[in-house]
């Protein structure tokens, strides 16, 4: 039986209630007849669903201050309970992130693959991490995958860019920013992400297009105001430089 997207093995259910009769009263004794029937079938029965919920209850609060080891802390709770619940795994995964600990993330991302739970989203925080590892490689590969699943994100787009850039594949790094930029005009992530290539290529003058068209629908961007100076000091230009920064 599936409650709410939550599974639970019989015998785990059977073991944890048991050693918890007061804070899951309900497991009655027809109940425990009913589990023990549904075994032979392989069926799984949620009698833990309310303790689960009560466990993301609480974690909110630690969520809400950035607590990040008290989430971790709390969704353990619920992956003793039910190892294959994604949402725990996905939140855990987020906060071993926040804390810096990438292998365990990546463990967890990948455990949320294995069960058959992948979305955009999911491809596209691993690939964050793979490339904060700077395993570019992989990064690559997970956009690709993210925007095969979500081709409307233009996320996905910058960082399969970036990723490219840290490379040093400047060719598919331009490829895949113009994509960005084709599908969205005003994204400001993209403009800039394929100024700053064009800055470490050495077109300038593209760089200080590509900064220029950034700066228009964002005239607060400092970044974009650096980048355009920089690449007239590159040129040689330094009184267009001081003249257009900020």
Not at 41 to 50: K, P, Q, S
Request: charged share 30%; aromatic share 10%; net charge positive.
């Amino acid at each position: 039986m599936k409650l709410e997207g939550i599974s639970l093995d019989v015998r785990r259910i059977l073991s944890y209630c048991k050693n918890q009769p007061n804070r899951v009263a309900f497991v009655n004794t027809t109940m425990r007849k009913l589990a023990f029937a549904f075994l032979g079938l392989g069926l799984t029965w949620n009698v833990c669903a309310g303790e689960i919920d009560d466990i993301f209850f609480k974690s909110r609060a630690a969520q809400a201050v950035n607590d990040h080891e008290a989430v971790i802390a709390y969704m353990n709770e619920v992956l003793r309970i039910n190892p294959r619940m994604v949402r725990a795994l996905r939140l855990r995964a987020l906060s071993y992130v926040s804390t810096g600990r990438l292998d365990n993330a990546l463990s967890d991302f990948d455990e949320v693959i294995r069960l058959g739970a992948p979305d955009s989203l999911l491809y596209s925080l691993r690939a964050t991490v793979y490339a904060k590892m700077r395993d570019f490689d992989r990064a690559i590969r997970d956009f690709t995958e993210a925007i095969r699943l979500d081709p409307n994100d233009i996320s996905n787009y910058v960082g399969r860019g970036l990723a490219y850039a840290e490379k040093g594949d400047y060719k598919k790094s331009e490829e895949s920013f113009t994509e960005a930029i084709r599908r969205d005009g005003h994204n400001v992530a993209a403009i800039l992400g394929r100024a700053a290539l064009y800055w470490l290529r050495g077109d300038l003058d593209d760089s200080i297009k590509d900064s220029s068209a950034a700066i228009i629908l964002d005239p607060k961007n400092q970044r974009a105001y650096r980048l355009r100076g920089g690449a007239y000091a590159k040129k040689g230009d330094f009184a267009g430089a001081s003249s257009r920064t900020i």
